[in-house]
Antibody
C-alpha cells in the first residue's frame, strides 16, 4: 500500500523558514518523481514543484510564486522528499501535500503551514 | 501556463442522479488529465488518471473521458458520500495546473 506522510508544518513568522518532510513507502521511491501541492484556506489546489528521480536526471521545477524561495530535495536512502521554505510570506499559508504518480496519483494527508506575525 | 477551466463551478443534484463535470484546457494536453474528489478538511482523493483510467479502489460509478482539450467526469447514481468538491489537473507540462473546482451539493 502506498503511503505518503508529511511532517514539519507549524506556525512561523513572515521572513522565517521551515522544512517539510514527506516519508514514502509502498513503492520504489528512487524511481518516483515527487511533487508538492498546496492549498490555501478556502482556496483551490496549487502546484508548488516537482523533483524527478535521479535516473531521470533529478531535475527540479518550481511554480513562479515560490521560485527562489523554496527548495525541493530528496534522500533516496531514507525514502523521503523535502521542501525547504525560506523567506516565507503570509500568502504561503496553506496545507502542503506530497504527491506522486504510481498507478494514478497518490496523496499524503498534508501538513499545515501558517505564516503569521 | 496551461489554464484549466471547469464547469460548472457548482452543481446541485439529488441522490440517485447522474452528473457530468467538464474541464477544458487552454491548449492540448493529450490524455494527461486527472480528476480528484475533496471533502472539507480532507486530502484530495484520486479518482481518474490518464483521462479515463480508474484509480484502484474507486467504484466504477466514476468515469472519465476526453483527450486533447476537452474532458468530462461523470458520476452515476449519486450517493450522499459523493457530495464534495471535484478538481481536474493537467500534468502534461509544467507547471501542472488545476481547475478551480466544482462543488457538488445535495438538492
Amino acid at each position: 500500500e502506498v503511503q505518503l506522510v508529511e511532517s514539519g508544518g507549524g506556525l512561523v513568522k513572515p521572513g522565517g523558514s521551515l522544512r517539510l518532510s514527506c516519508a514514502a513507502s509502498g513503492f520504489t521511491f528512487s524511481n518516483a518523481w515527487m511533487t508538492w501541492v498546496r492549498q490555501a484556506p478556502g482556496k483551490g489546489l496549487e502546484w508548488v514543484g516537482r523533483i524527478k528521480s535521479r535516473t531521470a536526471g533529478g531535475t527540479i521545477d518550481y511554480a513562479a510564486p515560490v521560485k527562489g524561495r523554496f527548495t525541493i530535495s530528496r534522500d533516496d536512502s531514507k525514502n523521503t522528499v523535502y521542501l525547504q521554505m525560506d523567506s516565507l510570506k503570509t500568502e504561503d499559508t496553506a496545507v502542503y501535500y506530497c504527491t506522486t504518480m504510481v498507478q494514478g496519483w497518490e496523496w499524503g494527508l498534508g501538513t499545515l503551514v501558517t505564516v503569521s506575525s | 501556463d496551461i489554464q484549466m477551466t471547469q464547469s460548472p463551478s457548482s452543481l446541485s443534484a439529488s441522490v440517485g442522479d447522474s452528473v457530468t463535470i467538464t474541464c477544458r484546457a487552454s491548449q492540448g494536453i493529450s490524455n494527461s488529465l486527472a480528476w480528484f474528489q475533496q471533502k472539507p478538511g480532507k486530502a484530495p482523493k484520486s479518482l481518474i488518471y490518464a483521462a479515463s483510467s480508474l484509480q484502484s479502489g474507486v467504484p466504477s460509478k466514476f468515469s472519465g473521458s476526453g483527450s486533447g482539450t476537452d474532458f468530462t467526469l461523470t458520476i452515476s447514481s449519486l450517493q450522499p458520500e459523493d457530495f464534495a468538491t471535484y478538481y481536474c489537473q493537467q500534468y502534461n507540462s509544467y507547471p501542472q495546473t488545476f481547475g478551480q473546482g466544482t462543488k457538488l451539493e445535495i438538492k
